[in-house]
C-alpha cells in the first residue's frame, strides 16, 4: 500500500474519533509576523486555546518551552498532562513531555519556523509552525495547516505567558483569523486547573 494512502487512511480514522480534525479544501494563506523578533519569544507559554490536535487530544496544563541551542536551532519542549476522564471528570492525569528542535525557515520571514518532534516525518523544511502575531509578553497566534490530497489539517495555538489568562485582545484575534479563512469555532480551551 502507498505510504501516502496509509497516512491518509490513518488521518481519516483520526478524524473519525475526533482526535483530528480535517477539512476540505486547501490551506489559507496565512501571514506571519513581519518583524519577528525570535528572542524576545524564547521561554515558557500556555496554550490558552487550540485546536484539536492527535498529540493533544484529552491533554490538560499544556505549556511550551522554547530556548536557543548552541547551533543556533530552537529546543522545543512540550509538556502537559493526559487526562484520563469518566463522566466528565479528571479521574487519573499523566504527565507527558516531548522534546524536538525548529529552525527559522526563510530569514526574511522569521515568523515561519520548521518544528520537528523525534521520527516526525520531514516536511521538506518547509515551515510548519506560522507565528502569525504577537506582543512576547502577553500572547502569541500560530497557524500550521497540512494538506492531504483535497482535504486539509489545521491547527492553531492561542498561547498566552500566563496559565488560563484570556488575552485582552481575543476577539481581535479571532476576527483575524476568520479574515484569513480559519474557523476559529475549533478553538477548545485548554484546562489548567490542578497543574
Not at 502577553?138 to 492553531?156: F, I
Request: aromatic content about 12%.
Amino acid at each position: 500500500m502507498d505510504v501516502r494512502c496509509l497516512f491518509l487512511a490513518v488521518c481519516l480514522v483520526a478524524s473519525a474519533s475526533g482526535a483530528i480534525d480535517l477539512f476540505i479544501g486547501q490551506c489559507p494563506q496565512v501571514p506571519t509576523k513581519p518583524d519577528f523578533e525570535l528572542n524576545k519569544y524564547l521561554g515558557l507559554w500556555f496554550s490558552y486555546a487550540n485546536f484539536d490536535a492527535i498529540f493533544q487530544f484529552g491533554s490538560s496544563c499544556v505549556r511550551a518551552l522554547y530556548s536557543l541551542k548552541s547551533d543556533g536551532k530552537i529546543k522545543v519542549v512540550n509538556s502537559g498532562s493526559f487526562d484520563f476522564r469518566l463522566f466528565g471528570r479528571s479521574v487519573w492525569r499523566v504527565p507527558i513531555r516531548i522534546e524536538g528542535e525548529a529552525f527559522i525557515v526563510d530569514p526574511q520571514t522569521p515568523g515561519g519556523l520548521n518544528v520537528k518532534f523525534g521520527n516526525q516525518p520531514d516536511m521538506g523544511g518547509k515551515a510548519n509552525y506560522l507565528i502569525m502575531d504577537t506582543d512576547y509578553d502577553n500572547y502569541s497566534v500560530v497557524y500550521s495547516c497540512t494538506e492531504l490530497g483535497s482535504a486539509r489539517n489545521e491547527l492553531a495555538w492561542i498561547l498566552t505567558r500566563q496559565k488560563g489568562v484570556r488575552p485582552a485582545n481575543l476577539d481581535n484575534i479571532y476576527q483575524r483569523l476568520t479574515g484569513y479563512g480559519v474557523n476559529v469555532t475549533n478553538f477548545k480551551l485548554i484546562d489548567h486547573s490542578n497543574c
